[in-house]
């Protein structure tokens, strides 16, 4: 992970309006820095938990089913993010893995070990909202959501 950002650059341009707001969270707001990249601000206690957890799998996840996350700031408030493109529908996600139910997807030998190594549900994977497209497939765009997180903040 590249820890060489300009922080309080970006903070600076984050103040004058400088970067389109992408969507919002329960945890945190999602801008676009207009390089191919996401800024997610932590909004809350959440929205930390969840910057902290995307950056660890980010880290450790070998596969590239994950956008990665390029860089986080060291108090996890502020996080950057490869851009995905947005999918409208979960039948481009089945498609693309050849599976024709949600089941089967997260039984793939590729996708099964996600579930149980990152503690993630398989109810959120499976929603198309934590999906995005980038250079023709599938990434997943908020896997920051452990069941720890759940237990502990919802
Ligand atoms: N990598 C990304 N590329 C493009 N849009 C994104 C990306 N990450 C998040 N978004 C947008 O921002 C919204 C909120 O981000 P998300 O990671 O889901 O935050 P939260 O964990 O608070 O739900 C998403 O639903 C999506 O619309
Ligand atoms: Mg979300």
Redesign the pocket.
Same mark, same amino acid.
Do not use: P
């Given at each position: 992970m590249n820890t060489s950002v300009d922080w309080e650059q970006i903070i600076d341009n984050l103040k004058m309006g400088n970067y389109p707001v992408? #969507?919002?969270?329960?945890?945190?707001?999602?801008y $676009?820095l207009g390089n191919d990249t996401?800024l997610?601000i932590a909004?809350n206690i =959440? #929205?930390y938990a969840?910057n902290e957890v995307e950056s660890f799998i980010s880290e450790i996840d070998e596969s590239d089913t994950f &956008?990665k996350v390029l860089c986080a700031s060291g108090d996890n408030h502020y996080l950057i993010?490869? =851009? &995905? #493109?947005?999918i409208t529908n979960f039948a481009f996600v089945r498609s693309y893995y050849r599976v024709k139910s949600n089941r089967e997807l997260f039984r793939l030998n590729n996708l099964s070990y996600i579930p149980h190594k990152y503690n993630l549900l398989v109810s959120d994977l499976c929603r198309p909202?934590?999906w995005?497209v980038r250079e023709n497939r599938p990434v997943i765009? $908020?896997y #920051?959501?452990t069941g720890r997180i759940r237990r502990k903040y919802y």
């Open positions: 992408l #969507g919002n969270g329960s945890g945190r707001k999602v $676009d996401v997610k909004k =959440k #929205g969840q &956008a993010m490869e =851009k &995905a #493109g947005f909202v934590n995005g765009i $908020d #920051g959501f």
